[in-house]
């Protein structure tokens, strides 16, 4: 795998270049060799925090994980990855163009306990044509994490959602 590293707010050192090659290169055995790996590590007061992406042809396998310890945060995000590739599995190679990103190896792998993904609740509302920041308020009253709604401008629909910090962001459709 290839690996792009690099640092905000800190200097990447060659013994930190070296764990994530090392923690990362355990999860080579499920991607083929040219796999890139962008990994970005970052200090925040007192937090370190790593962030891993990995583009496979119409997916992006992704994790980000803060600790106290750049270390700790590294071997957390690997397990989360791994993780991740283990319970999508079957629905990441069902896709025929990412399956050419993984290696014929994990492609083969006997599946171990399939979890299929169950959904318990469905909703149904009416979506009312509003802007961003009034939908901002209608999921703050509603004490929601997100909120879904027809955007008055674009006639699309969009999701707001919270973000850390008390900020928060937009998702408009890419046709």
Do not use: W
């Not at 083969?108 to 044509?129: C, L, M, Q, Y």
């Not at 009034?134 to 959602?161: D, K, P, R, W």
């Amino acid at each position: 795998m290839r690996y792009t590293i690099t640092g905000r707010n800190m200097d990447v050192t060659p013994a930190l270049r070296s764990a994530i090659e090392d923690k990362l290169g355990k999860l080579e055995r499920y991607f083929q060799p040219e796999t890139e790996v962008i990994v970005t590590l970052s200090v925040q007061r007192e937090r370190q925090k790593i962030e891993v992406t990995i583009p496979v042809k119409g997916n992006i396998i992704r994790a980000e994980k803060s600790s106290t310890d750049m270390y700790v945060s590294i071997d957390l995000v690997e397990e989360i990855i791994e993780r991740q590739i283990k319970k999508y599995r079957k629905k990441l190679i069902d896709k025929k163009q990412s399956a050419q990103a993984f290696s014929d190896l994990f492609i083969n792998e006997e599946s171990v306990g399939d979890e299929t993904i169950e959904i318990v609740k469905s909703k149904r509302f009416a979506v009312k044509p509003m802007d961003p920041e009034e939908a901002c308020v209608q999921m703050e009253l509603l004490g929601h994490s997100f909120y879904v709604f027809l955007n008055a401008q674009t006639e699309q629909v969009n999701v707001v959602y919270k973000r850390r910090g008390n900020t928060y962001g937009l998702i408009e459709p890419e046709f």
